[in-house]
């Protein structure tokens, strides 16, 4: 299983991105995908993360309500729809795969399997 992360860059405080995850491999839509983000110095964190079947959806309080996770089994795609960017969104951005495929989670320990990451630059 590869996953590829996408659509990162630079905005202005307000604006808005998209990132995409493409993953590769038959499994990758049976699974639960996250997105996890990182700045320098600090550990990573989680963001949001989608069910296989896009029944439930999870979110970090703080980007509840302005990020979107969605997904497209038959394109293997799992995407990342952020309005009204602040600066303290600056961080790369990780979409991972989930262990289980029953499950998902809010703990990096939850998935198995890591993008490259994108760069997301927020400036005010």
């Known amino acids: 299983v590869q996953l590829q992360a996408s659509g990162g860059g630079s905005v202005q405080a307000g604006g808005s991105l998209r990132l995409s995850c493409a993953g590769s491999?038959?499994?990758?839509?049976?699974?639960?995908t996250g997105w996890f983000r990182q700045t320098p110095g600090k550990a990573r964190e989680f963001v949001a993360a989608?069910?296989?079947?896009?029944?439930?959806?999870y979110y970090a309080d703080s980007v509840k309500g302005r990020f979107t996770i969605s997904r497209d089994n038959a394109k293997n795609m799992v995407y990342l729809q952020m309005n009204s960017l602040k600066p303290e969104d600056t961080a790369v951005y990780y979409c991972?795969?989930?262990?289980?495929?029953?499950?998902?989670?809010?703990?990096?320990?939850?998935?198995?399997?890591w993008g490259q990451g994108t760069q997301v630059t927020v400036s005010s």
């Open positions: 989608i069910s296989w079947s896009a029944r439930t959806t």
């Open positions: 991972a795969r989930g262990k289980s495929p029953w499950t998902i989670g809010t703990t990096t320990s939850a998935y198995d399997y």
């Open positions: 491999g038959r499994t990758f839509s049976n699974y639960g």
